[in-house]
């Protein structure tokens, strides 16, 4: 995977550029009574579609859509994106350097 260079004025416009600026994402279902979220795993996407693919919501969006409610029968497609800076603890990646945290938590705990 390559990243692509950071260049200034700063705009973070680009899958990769999110990635490479330490972003995350996350997709939600704007349908009322339906809170399916989920967070974006913004690698497999960009291998996907392209890391230099517009991070827009209005560009994601066709890729996207709400299970719940495309099983419900509703629409399905009234989603949302959150960004945000990369906090969360369990983000790590690759899986074995999350595991290898885990570990070191647990034995922390003792
Ligand atoms: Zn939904």
Known sequence: MKLPEITY??????????????????????????????????????????????SKAQDLAPYFYCPKCRAAGRDDKRIGFILRPLTSDHCEWPRERELWRQEIKRSRAK
Not at 18 to 37: F, N
């Open 9 to 54: 004025p700063l705009k973070i416009d680009t899958i990769g550029k999110l990635l490479a600026l330490g972003g995350e994402m996350s997709v939600h279902c704007r349908t009322t009574g339906c809170d399916h979220g989920s967070r974006l795993n913004l690698v497999a996407l960009g291998r996907r579609i392209g890391f230099d693919h517009s």
